[in-house]
């Protein structure tokens, strides 16, 4: 569904991706795991489009030069190119780290400006679908969403991605600075999300405990550099991974 | 087949990693290198007034304030306050050396500086209710208070009211009226400019990029707005006391929009946040300006046609444009993936 091919981002004269490649299927739970300056969030910009759109804005004040190489391809479409906006109409669809909403307006608001492509009926049942999913949001349906807190922003801000029926959803450290309980529910909801509205996820993450066992595949970067790729249970068995990311 | 990519890099001079770092100069080449930007634009202003025809020594004084409150306002712009409203400053000069001069008989060079220490105070205390005020609640107070204070004067016909203070002192030569403006443009230029590296300066520059970070540091940052506002406020109130002596007048058009606006648009064009960028932007448009006149009725328009090339072309500002050229240059080199 997804396919990235020999990436390769340089910020100024530093290189943040290196050669990397990945690929996703149709309905599979990917995770690109890797500590931080990894370049998991050039990744996600780069597949997401922001970095397009960054790297215009950073030419036109004369900035950092951002230097872009490699394919990326969705459903079988060259969309290196593309702007943001016209990825999303294409069903690839980023949720970004440090859960980013609207804090001026109430949460049902903040869904439904998410909803913006959708119809109003297909945005009143996604709504519906997102309470189901994070059952704690429905009693906060007209808090303002800056008033919440940060597990309950995480939630919002994956029901916003939901809410535009994404084919491929892209999650930037869902679990960033979360409580284990909280990380506990949001890992549940993913899986939920997968099996319920069979969507294909990819997760960067670099705390990998909660993540290993759910996903499919998963990548190891480091540097910008693929270092080790395989299945779940494959990566959790390795004596590497369990050296950097589970402290053994 | 390998298809070859490239990407193009910035890198610095070799001549400005010897003369930044090492600081032992070895070579003329590299000594001219580090004093030709600061010397340069020294020698142009020092140079220009024994050259210049006496309507263009006119237009250089005009520049010269422009740049001053231009400063100004970039100052007070890297403290986080963007004020739309230099006119006030100036206004508070020029009417504050008036009314020294015309009821106090004070002689020239005593009204000058204590207008310039007064009409910054009075800037400070007038702005001071709204230093709480952020982004474009500021600016709205900033812009509003000038045109006030200038109905004010007409209203209550406070200080000649429309018709002004006439017959105020003049310079006592125009040697003196030129050289006046530009060392005092200078000391300004490469005092703000140390300023802003100095441990002040950082603080006050940290105020604009977090505040709540200052905050937390234990630092009051109203009174260091406050401190900031006093000191744009007194170069304003510079720029106001000494047009007002080389008019001999000072009325109500001291507080006219222009002063507000033409200091923000050289601002923009010659950089922000390097007050060299202020001055280069003041010293082009001012000029620019006056050349136009020539023109005719469509002159403001050829003018504000150049203000949207200029910041639709060079968003940075023309200083950090040519510092970077300066400084950096850029090749093309092969990708190695």
């Known amino acids: 569904m997804l396919e990235v091919t020999n990436l390769l981002v340089f910020y100024e004269n530093a290189v943040a991706l290196n050669d990397f490649s990945m690929k996703v299927d149709a309905g599979r739970l990917v995770a690109v795991i890797g500590s931080n300056s990894a370049g998991k969030t050039t990744f996600m910009n780069t597949v997401s489009g922001l970095i397009v759109h960054t790297r215009t804005k950073e030419i036109r004040k004369g900035g950092e030069r951002i230097t872009l190489y490699g394919q990326v391809t969705f459903n079988g479409e060259d969309i290196t190119a593309l702007q943001p906006n016209e990825r999303v109409e294409k069903g690839l669809v980023l949720c970004r780290e440090r859960h980013p909403i609207f804090p001026e307006s109430d949460l049902v608001e903040n869904l439904k400006i998410a909803g913006y492509l959708r119809k109003r009926s297909e945005v009143r049942e996604t709504i519906d679908y997102v309470f189901h999913l994070f059952p704690t949001l429905e009693r906060l349906k007209t808090r303002k969403a800056g008033f919440l807190s940060g597990g309950e922003q995480q939630m919002v801000a994956i029901g916003m991605t939901l809410m535009v029926k994404p084919l491929l959803?892209?999650?930037?450290?869902?679990?960033?600075?979360?409580?284990?309980?909280?990380?506990?529910?949001?890992?549940?909801?993913?899986?939920?999300?997968r099996e319920e509205a069979g969507l294909t996820i990819v997760i960067t993450e670099q705390f990998a405990r909660p993540i290993l066992p759910i996903i499919d595949f998963g990548y190891i970067i480091e540097n910008g550099m693929l270092t080790m790729q395989g299945t779940g249970a494959e990566l959790m068995d390795s004596p590497e991974v369990k050296a950097a990311y589970f402290g053994v | 087949m390998v298809v070859k990519r490239k990407r193009k890099e910035r890198i610095d001079r070799g001549i400005k990693a010897r003369s930044d770092d090492i600081f032992a100069l070895t070579s003329f080449r590299e000594m001219l290198y580090v004093a030709v930007p600061p010397v340069l634009p020294v020698l142009l202003l020092l140079v220009l007034p024994l050259v210049l025809p006496l309507y263009w020594k006119k237009v250089l004084i005009s520049a010269a304030v422009f740049a001053l409150l231009a400063m100004s306002w970039d100052f007070i712009a890297?403290?986080?306050?963007?004020?739309?409203?230099?006119?006030?400053f100036f206004g508070m000069g020029a009417y504050t050396t008036g009314v020294l001069d015309h009821y106090a008989g004070l002689p020239i060079w005593l009204s000058i500086p204590l207008a310039t220490v007064i009409g910054g105070f009075l800037s400070a205390i007038l702005l001071l209710p709204v230093i709480r005020l952020r982004g474009v609640y500021f600016s709205m107070v900033t812009l509003v208070l000038p045109l006030m204070i200038e109905r004010i004067i007409e209203a209550t016909a406070l200080f000649g009211g429309t018709e002004g203070i006439t017959g105020i002192q003049s310079f006592p030569n125009q040697w003196v009226e030129v050289y006046l403006v530009l060392v005092v443009l200078l000391l300004c230029l490469f005092g703000f400019r140390r300023l802003m590296t100095s441990d002040y300066g950082l603080v006050l520059k940290a105020v604009s990029d977090n505040d709540r970070a200052v905050m937390s540091a234990g630092?009051?940052?109203?009174?260091?707005?406050?401190?900031?506002?006093?000191?744009?406020?007194?170069?304003?109130?510079?720029?106001?006391?000494?047009?007002?002596?080389?008019?001999?007048?000072v009325g109500m058009p001291a507080f006219a929009l222009d002063y507000s606006i033409l200091p923000l648009a050289s601002a923009v064009v010659g950089g922000m946040g390097t007050f060299a960028g202020s001055v280069m932007g003041a010293m082009i448009l001012v000029p620019l300006s006056e050349a136009l006149r020539g023109v005719g009725g469509l002159r403001t328009v050829i003018y504000a046609i150049s203000l949207v090339v200029f910041i639709v072309a060079l968003p940075e500002g023309i200083f950090h444009y040519i510092q970077r050229k300066y400084h950096q240059f850029e090749r093309w080199v092969e990708v190695e993936g």
């Open chain 2, 78 to 88: 890297a403290v986080g306050m963007v004020s739309l409203g230099q006119a006030l």
């Open chain 1, 169 to 193: 959803l892209l999650l930037d450290e869902p679990l960033l600075g979360l409580s284990p309980i909280m990380q506990k529910t949001l890992v549940d909801a993913v899986v939920k999300m």
């Open chain 2, 219 to 249: 630092i009051n940052i109203y009174w260091s707005k406050a401190q900031a506002l006093f000191i744009a406020g007194s170069v304003g109130s510079f720029c106001g006391a000494y047009l007002t002596h080389v008019y001999m007048f």
